[in-house]
């Protein structure tokens, strides 16, 4: 059985930084590759930034450099250190998982305050 479960999240200031984790089972994690994507209130899900299982990162536009992915396959785990925060980075940040088939985490809130 697949389990993808984040962790990290919580309340944080604006300009502050937070780390989510995301800890992988049930999956052959090095030859996935691994993405976060966040929801916000209105439902829209969108990219936040991925990795291959070659090591070759993605970010979704708004990152412009705040944002940085990584994973360690000996650990099972992907990473997303996040800097200078901003109230419009609020929402429920997901893991995913995908390569022959793509799986989800349960999501870890973050919320940014002014």
């Known amino acids: 059985q697949v389990h993808l479960v984040e962790s990290g999240g919580g309340l944080v200031q604006a300009g502050g930084s937070l780390r989510l984790s995301c800890l992988a089972s049930g999956i052959d994690f090095r030859s996935y590759s691994m993405g976060w994507y966040r929801q916000n209130s209105g439902g829209t899900r969108e990219l936040v930034a991925s990795?291959?299982?070659?090591?070759?990162?993605i970010d979704g536009d708004f990152v412009k450099g705040r944002f940085s992915i990584a994973r360690d396959n000996a650990k099972n785990s992907v990473y997303l250190q996040m800097n200078n925060l901003t109230p419009e980075d609020t929402g429920v940040y997901f893991c995913r998982a995908s390569w022959q088939r793509t799986y989800w985490g349960q999501g870890t809130q973050v919320t940014v305050s002014t």
């Open positions: 990795i291959s299982s070659h090591g070759i990162t």
